[in-house]
Nanobody
Framework: QVSLVESGGGLAQTGDSLRLSCVVS????????MAWFRQAPGKEREFVAA????????YYAVSVKGRFTISRDKAKNTMYLQMDNLKPDDTGIYYCAADPTIILSSISEARQYDYWGQGTQVTVSS
């Protein structure tokens, strides 16, 4: 069983930075693909960024590419999302997700992930 706990959300202004963390317990950290998703009020959960198991290759939504950076620290069993140049459209609840068997072509599909954190709120004001 894999458990995920996010932290690091909060209030920010346009142009600010925040760093989210997701601590993983259980499973094999390096052999698990991991991702960040977000959900704004009244909208569906959307893909933000992912890192594929073993290779560590990273993938980003077009809306955040160049501003957000996903990374993982194997020694701490922790995944991060560094968010720079934040915009009001980045507001939402951010969730980390994990799955040891997801295929690369499905890495941006929320329904393919078996394990989820509880979410952390990010609010960006203009």
């Amino acid at each position: 069983q894999v458990s995920l706990v996010e932290s690091g959300g909060g209030l920010a202004q346009t142009g600010d930075s925040l760093r989210l963390s997701c601590v993983v317990s259980g499973g094999s950290f390096s052999r698990t693909s991991m991702a960040w998703f977000r959900q704004a009020p009244g909208k569906e959960r959307e893909f933000v960024a992912a890192t594929f198991r073993n290779t560590g290759n990273t993938y980003y939504a077009v809306s955040v590419k160049g501003r957000f950076t996903i990374s993982r620290d194997k020694a701490k069993n922790t995944m991060y999302l560094q968010m720079d140049n934040l915009k009001p459209d980045d507001t939402g609840i951010y969730y980390c997700a994990a799955d040891p068997t997801i295929i690369l072509s499905s890495i941006s599909e929320a329904r393919q992930y078996d394990y989820w954190g509880q979410g952390t709120q990010v609010t960006v004001s203009s």
